[in-house]
């Protein structure tokens, strides 16, 4: 069974920085993308950034409104990606999903069950 | 950026009603282009992919069509169930933008 589970939110200042984990199980991690997706209370979907697998040169690109802030990585031997999110702002509060995507086609077809940042002072 | 609409952004409908929502890219993305369904409190889920291709598991009410620009996502015969916000999603070129959503209502 293919899981995702995200971990390392909470409650962090404005300006601070924060990482979030997102641990998998049950599929070969390194054949896949992953993509991050956030929620802020009440609102749609956003996309936040994606990163390829080492077989598509494990690039990543982001959203506008957290380029140069957050970055996304992984770790194929631990089946484990990371977004480590920096100079956090209170618009940066949202739930965080962790997806697996596809390098080029299908797009997202898991999601994990998110994991709430909140930032305030 | 490719940006995405979709409408409408609410809609109330009867058990066994048909429902349509569309969605517009702003530049062509060929049919890189998926449905999911959120129910509250809950993450999304994939409907169709690659805009018409049912993923497995989901009812046979579900249905996706379209290409390039413009893009339906049909429910043949509304359900209870149903009743979520549905959501587009373009995977062209990044940004991989999402549509504003379609909250679903039962009338």
């Known amino acids: 069974e293919v899981q995702l589970v995200e971990s390392g939110g909470g409650l962090v200042q404005p300006g601070r920085s924060l990482r979030l984990s997102c641990t998998t199980s049950?599929?070969?991690?390194?054949?896949?993308?992953v993509s991050w997706v956030r929620q802020a209370p009440g609102k749609g979907l956003e996309w936040v950034g994606f990163?390829?697998?080492?077989?598509?040169?494990?690039?990543?690109d982001y959203a506008a409104s957290v380029r140069g802030r957050f970055s996304i990585s992984r770790d194929d031997s631990k089946s484990i990606a990371y977004l480590q999110m920096d100079s956090l702002k209170t618009e940066d509060t949202a739930v965080y999903y962790c997806?697996?995507?596809?390098?080029?086609?299908?797009?997202?077809?898991?999601w994990g069950q998110g994991t709430l940042v909140t930032v305030s002072s | 950026d490719i940006q995405m609409t979709q409408s409408p952004s609410s809609l109330s409908a009867s058990v066994g009603d048909r429902v349509t929502i569309t969605c517009q890219a702003s530049?062509?993305?060929?049919?890189?282009l998926n449905w999911y369904q959120q129910k509250p409190g809950k993450a999304p889920k994939v409907l169709i992919y690659e805009a018409s291709n049912l993923e497995t598991g989901v009812p046979s009410r579900f249905s996706g069509s379209g290409s390039a620009t413009d893009f339906t996502f049909t429910i043949s015969s509304l359900q209870p169930e149903d009743i979520a916000t549905y959501y587009c999603?373009?995977?062209?070129?990044?940004?991989?933008?999402f549509g504003q959503g379609t909250k679903l209502e039962i009338k």
């Open positions: 997806t697996r995507d596809h390098n080029w086609n299908y797009g997202i077809d898991y």
């Open positions: 999603q373009q995977y062209d070129n990044p940004p991989y933008n």
């Open positions: 990163i390829r697998s080492k077989a598509y040169g494990g690039t990543t």
């Open positions: 049950g599929f070969t991690f390194g054949d896949y993308a």
């Open positions: 530049q062509d993305i060929r049919n890189f």
